[in-house]
Antibody, heavy 121, light 108 residues
Framework: EVVLLESGGALVQPGGSLRISCAAS????????MSWVRQAPGKGLEWVSG???????LYADSVKGRFTISRDNSKNTLYLQMNSLRAEDTAIYYC???????????????WGQGTLVTVSS | EIVLTQSPGTLSLSPGERATLSCRAS???????LAWYQQRPGQAPRLLIY???NRATGIPDRFSGSGSGTDFTLTISRLEPEDFAVYYC?????????FGPGTKVDIK
């Protein structure tokens, strides 16, 4: 069974930094595309960042240069390092696993329950 | 960046009725890579459809996806009580993998 467990969400001051984690089980994380998707309170979904099976990293324009996605293959864990945080980064951050069915796609067939990041003074 | 537009914003229907949700892209999608997700209150999203028309594992066959190019549709043939939720489309072919704003299906 695929399980994604996010952690590390917290209250952070504007301009601060935070690293959130996603521990994966039931599959080998490095063989799938993985994404971070966020949802501000009462709002829709926003794709934030992704890392492909070969290690390529992708970012939304809104976080480029401030956020860094990475993974630790030995721990089967995905990370998102968030720097220079702004109030508009306040959201639930979901970790999501890419789709593989013969061929592999971006998109997300399994999601964690999310971790809340609040940026406020 | 590809912009996705969903319509209607809210769809009010009764259980047993047919729901038709639309998603339009600002440019043609590579290989019609369009996914649909369902999100119930307080829950994470759930994948329904990928590649425009492929049902995800475990998704009932009352959910179907169609379309190509810039115009896509999610159809729920007969609404069950658990189908009243918000539905998002996402293009998964070209980074950034943008989402539409969502369609809320609520009980009439």
């Amino acid at each position: 069974e695929v399980v994604l467990l996010e952690s590390g969400g917290a209250l952070v001051q504007p301009g601060g930094s935070l690293r959130i984690s996603c521990a994966a089980s039931g599959f080998t994380l490095r063989t799938y595309a993985m994404s971070w998707v966020r949802q501000a309170p009462g709002k829709g979904l926003e794709w934030v960042s992704g890392i492909g099976g070969s290690g390529e990293t992708l970012y939304a324009d809104s976080v480029k240069g401030r956020f860094t996605i990475s993974r630790d293959n030995s721990k089967n864990t995905l990370y998102l390092q968030m720097n220079s945080l702004r109030a508009e980064d306040t959201a639930i951050y979901y970790c999501a696993k890419g789709i593989c069915s013969g061929i592999c796609y971006w998109g997300a067939d399994n999601w964690g329950q999310g971790t809340l990041v609040t940026v406020s003074s | 960046e590809i912009v996705l537009t969903q319509s209607p914003g809210t769809l009010s229907l009764s259980p047993g009725e047919r729901a038709t949700l639309s998603c339009r892209a600002s440019q043609s999608l590579i290989n019609n890579y369009l996914a649909w997700y369902q999100q119930r209150p307080g829950q994470a999203p759930r994948l329904l459809i990928y590649g425009a028309s492929n049902r995800a594992t475990g998704i009932p066959d009352r959910f179907s996806g169609s379309g190509s190019g810039t115009d896509f549709t999610l159809t729920i043939s007969r609404l069950e009580p658990e189908d009243f939720a918000v539905y998002y489309c996402q293009q998964h072919g070209s980074s950034p993998f943008t989402f539409g704003p969502g369609t809320k299906v609520d009980i009439k």
